[in-house]
């Protein structure tokens, strides 16, 4: 799901796309634009994401007015993208795009095409405020 996000946002012209499995809360601070991908577990997001939104908070990282959005799977339930972004837009004052996309179990064609809009969306949304 993330390689399509990033090859939709990377489909708009002049757009840099970093795809990362880690990334330290100061080097959030660098980015325009914020996708987390997520599984839900547990009717929650994991625990590393939290971690990391603490460690943004403590550090006082403004992440204000940047772009974000989230997207994931899930098996039964598929809270962890919606809590994404609450956290995104009530914690950290950034511009999410709603609604997140969840996608149950593994991502058909049809899923990956809606990651690849989400990632186009995101680009062009960039763009645009640029």
């Known amino acids: 799901m993330a390689q399509a996000v990033a090859d939709g946002a990377r489909s708009v012209q002049g757009m ?3 795809l990362s499995y880690y990334v330290s809360p100061e080097e959030l601070a660098g980015f325009d634009a914020i996708l987390v991908g997520t599984a839900t577990y547990h009717h929650d997001m994991p ?36 809590l ?5 837009k ?7 795009t709603e609604p997140p996309l969840p996608i149950r ?3 058909d064609q049809a ?20």
Request: charged share 30%; proline share 3%; net charge positive.
């Open 90 to 96: 009530n914690k950290f004052e950034m511009e999410v």
């Open 111 to 130: 899923g990956l095409e809606k990651c690849k809009a989400l990632g186009k969306r995101i680009a062009e949304r960039l763009i645009h405020t640029a």
């Open 84 to 88: 994404i972004i609450e956290i995104m």
């Open 47 to 82: 625990v590393s994401f939290k971690s990391l939104f603490e460690e943004v908070a403590v550090k006082n990282i403004s992440l204000k007015n940047k772009i974000g959005g989230a997207f994931g799977s899930f098996g039964w339930s598929g809270e962890a993208p919606k």
């Open 16 to 18: 840099q796309v970093e």
């Open 105 to 107: 179990f593994e991502p």
